[in-house]
């Protein structure tokens, strides 16, 4: 793995957000199982988590994000880009895919300020 910094792009905030996820399954029909985790920090571009268990690069990810300033968690779609193994388990970074809701946007430029 690279240095995080040489490839960011948007600025990343140290936050622990409560998020539940659940890796995409290729096999049609088969039910996807969510587990939770926190989030180590979070950006525009997506998220960094603590897995206890490996995942494949390229996996795809559903994520509900939880915001402290709101009812109901954030859906996102994300692919795993990278994946660093430590004492603990797994560092995990999660790039995400498609538009960023209006609302986590917010949340995330509040985090800046």
């Known amino acids: 793995m690279t240095s995080g910094d040489e490839r960011r792009k948007s600025q990343r905030h140290r936050e622990m957000l409560e998020i539940a996820y659940s890796f995409m399954s290729e096999s049609p029909g088969v039910p996807s199982l969510f587990d939770e985790t926190q989030t180590l920090d979070i950006s525009r571009r997506g998220v960094k988590v603590?897995?206890?268990?490996?995942?494949?690069?390229?996996?795809?990810?559903?994520?509900?994000?939880?915001?402290?300033?709101l009812r109901s968690p954030i859906l996102m779609v994300g692919k795993v880009r990278w994946t660093e193994e430590d004492a603990t388990g797994h560092r995990v970074g999660i790039k995400f895919i498609g538009h960023l809701p209006p609302k986590l946007e917010q949340a995330i430029d509040t985090l800046a300020s």
């Open 50 to 69: 603590h897995l206890t268990k490996p995942v494949a690069l390229e996996t795809l990810v559903q994520m509900a994000i939880r915001l402290p300033a």
